[in-house]
Protein backbone atom coordinates (compact mmCIF):
# COMPACT_ATOMS: atom_id res chain seq x y z
CA UNK A 1 0.00 0.00 0.00
CA UNK A 2 1.48 3.52 -1.11
CA UNK A 3 2.50 5.98 1.58
CA UNK A 4 -0.25 9.06 1.69
CA UNK A 5 0.89 12.12 2.70
CA UNK A 6 -1.57 14.68 3.89
CA UNK A 7 -0.63 18.16 3.45
CA UNK A 8 -2.79 21.03 4.84
CA UNK A 9 -3.99 23.48 2.22
CA UNK A 10 -5.28 26.47 2.43
CA UNK A 11 -7.20 28.72 -0.45
CA UNK A 12 -7.42 32.11 0.35
CA UNK A 13 -10.07 34.32 -1.80
CA UNK A 14 -9.67 38.36 -2.35
CA UNK A 15 -11.52 40.80 -4.79
CA UNK A 16 -10.20 43.35 -6.63
CA UNK A 17 -11.30 46.50 -5.58
CA UNK A 18 -11.21 50.09 -7.62
CA UNK A 19 -11.14 48.08 -11.02
CA UNK A 20 -12.56 50.06 -14.15
CA UNK A 21 -14.85 49.64 -17.35
CA UNK A 22 -12.28 52.22 -19.03
CA UNK A 23 -9.23 50.14 -20.98
CA UNK A 24 -6.42 49.11 -19.69
CA UNK A 25 -2.71 48.71 -21.72
CA UNK A 26 0.17 46.88 -21.13
CA UNK A 27 1.60 47.56 -17.90
CA UNK A 28 -1.06 49.19 -16.20
CA UNK A 29 -2.19 48.58 -12.97
CA UNK A 30 -5.71 46.79 -12.78
CA UNK A 31 -7.40 48.17 -9.52
CA UNK A 32 -5.97 48.99 -6.16
CA UNK A 33 -3.83 46.88 -3.77
CA UNK A 34 -5.06 43.80 -2.85
CA UNK A 35 -4.86 41.91 0.60
CA UNK A 36 -4.95 38.49 1.32
CA UNK A 37 -6.58 38.15 4.75
CA UNK A 38 -5.07 35.14 6.79
CA UNK A 39 -2.61 33.81 4.60
CA UNK A 40 -0.50 31.31 7.15
CA UNK A 41 -2.23 29.68 9.84
CA UNK A 42 -1.22 31.87 12.52
CA UNK A 43 1.16 34.75 12.58
CA UNK A 44 3.59 32.42 14.27
CA UNK A 45 3.94 29.83 11.97
CA UNK A 46 7.47 30.32 10.25
CA UNK A 47 5.56 30.38 6.47
CA UNK A 48 4.58 28.78 3.98
CA UNK A 49 4.52 27.56 0.09
CA UNK A 50 2.09 29.19 -2.58
CA UNK A 51 1.40 26.07 -4.81
CA UNK A 52 -1.48 27.52 -6.98
CA UNK A 53 -3.37 30.45 -7.74
CA UNK A 54 -6.95 31.03 -9.87
CA UNK A 55 -7.63 34.23 -11.71
CA UNK A 56 -12.01 34.66 -11.73
CA UNK A 57 -13.32 36.33 -14.43
CA UNK A 58 -16.90 36.71 -14.46
CA UNK A 59 -17.39 38.84 -17.45
CA UNK A 60 -15.13 36.47 -19.25
CA UNK A 61 -12.52 38.54 -20.80
CA UNK A 62 -9.64 36.07 -20.67
CA UNK A 63 -6.91 38.64 -20.29
CA UNK A 64 -3.01 38.06 -19.48
CA UNK A 65 -1.93 39.74 -16.34
CA UNK A 66 1.03 39.34 -13.48
CA UNK A 67 -0.03 39.30 -10.00
CA UNK A 68 2.69 40.49 -7.39
CA UNK A 69 3.72 39.76 -4.29
CA UNK A 70 4.23 41.37 -1.43
CA UNK A 71 5.41 40.34 2.31
CA UNK A 72 3.98 43.59 3.67
CA UNK A 73 1.70 46.88 3.04
CA UNK A 74 3.20 48.87 -0.07
CA UNK A 75 2.43 52.14 -1.27
CA UNK A 76 0.37 50.86 -4.03
CA UNK A 77 -3.17 53.03 -3.86
CA UNK A 78 -6.28 52.27 -5.56
CA UNK A 79 -6.18 55.69 -7.03
CA UNK A 80 -3.22 54.51 -9.61
CA UNK A 81 -6.10 52.57 -11.16
CA UNK A 82 -5.62 52.45 -15.22
CA UNK A 83 -1.64 54.12 -14.47
CA UNK A 84 1.60 52.50 -15.85
CA UNK A 85 2.66 51.03 -12.54
CA UNK A 86 5.73 52.57 -10.83
CA UNK A 87 6.80 50.63 -7.43
CA UNK A 88 8.21 52.31 -4.91
CA UNK A 89 12.15 51.25 -4.53
CA UNK A 90 11.16 50.43 -1.03
CA UNK A 91 8.50 48.17 -2.05
CA UNK A 92 10.35 46.70 -4.63
CA UNK A 93 12.11 45.26 -1.64
CA UNK A 94 9.38 43.31 -0.67
CA UNK A 95 8.24 40.99 -3.61
CA UNK A 96 7.32 37.83 -2.55
CA UNK A 97 6.57 36.41 -5.81
CA UNK A 98 5.03 37.21 -9.36
CA UNK A 99 2.37 35.12 -10.72
CA UNK A 100 1.54 35.39 -14.62
CA UNK A 101 -1.61 34.56 -16.12
CA UNK A 102 -1.69 34.02 -19.91
CA UNK A 103 -4.50 33.77 -22.22
CA UNK A 104 -3.71 30.09 -22.45
CA UNK A 105 -4.43 29.58 -18.83
CA UNK A 106 -8.11 30.41 -19.10
CA UNK A 107 -11.02 27.76 -19.18
CA UNK A 108 -14.03 28.89 -21.38
CA UNK A 109 -17.20 28.79 -19.31
CA UNK A 110 -20.92 29.51 -20.35
CA UNK A 111 -20.09 33.38 -18.90
CA UNK A 112 -17.34 33.66 -17.01
CA UNK A 113 -13.76 32.71 -17.12
CA UNK A 114 -11.11 31.52 -14.74
CA UNK A 115 -7.25 30.88 -15.38
CA UNK A 116 -5.86 28.62 -13.17
CA UNK A 117 -1.80 28.35 -12.29
CA UNK A 118 -0.60 24.89 -10.31
CA UNK A 119 2.33 23.47 -9.49
CA UNK A 120 4.06 26.74 -8.28
CA UNK A 121 6.60 26.83 -5.32
CA UNK A 122 6.52 30.46 -4.04
CA UNK A 123 7.82 30.95 -0.57
CA UNK A 124 6.05 32.94 1.59
CA UNK A 125 7.36 34.62 4.84
CA UNK A 126 5.66 37.61 6.16
CA UNK A 127 7.08 39.83 7.92
CA UNK A 128 6.11 41.79 11.00
CA UNK A 129 3.24 40.50 13.05
CA UNK A 130 0.69 40.67 10.40
CA UNK A 131 -0.58 37.38 8.68
CA UNK A 132 -1.73 39.39 4.88
CA UNK A 133 0.10 38.69 1.70
CA UNK A 134 -0.36 42.32 -0.68
CA UNK A 135 -0.32 42.17 -4.43
CA UNK A 136 -1.62 44.24 -7.44
CA UNK A 137 -2.74 43.11 -10.62
CA UNK A 138 -0.70 43.81 -13.74
CA UNK A 139 -2.57 44.28 -17.00
CA UNK A 140 -0.10 42.26 -19.80
CA UNK A 141 -1.85 43.63 -23.19
CA UNK A 142 -5.21 45.69 -23.63
CA UNK A 143 -8.31 44.59 -21.82
CA UNK A 144 -11.57 46.04 -21.17
CA UNK A 145 -13.93 44.95 -18.74
CA UNK A 146 -17.36 44.46 -18.76
CA UNK A 147 -18.49 45.01 -15.01
CA UNK A 148 -15.61 46.65 -12.42
CA UNK A 149 -16.91 44.23 -9.81
CA UNK A 150 -15.95 41.16 -11.86
CA UNK A 151 -12.35 40.15 -10.81
CA UNK A 152 -11.02 38.27 -7.89
CA UNK A 153 -7.82 36.36 -7.64
CA UNK A 154 -7.51 32.94 -5.49
CA UNK A 155 -4.12 31.92 -3.91
CA UNK A 156 -3.89 27.93 -2.37
CA UNK A 157 -0.78 27.62 0.37
CA UNK A 158 0.65 25.08 2.09
Known sequence: MPNIVSKKVKDVLSSITGLSTDAYSAGDQMGGAIEFLNVLNGADSGGGIITGA???DLSSTAFAADLMLFD???SIAATDNGSTLAIADSDLLNVAG???????DYIALDDNVIAYKKDLHI???LKGSSN?????????????????TDLSVKLFVE
Open 72 to 74: QTT
Open 123 to 125: PVV
Open 132 to 148: KLHGVLIARGSVTLTDA
Open 54 to 56: QLI
Open 98 to 104: VISFTTG
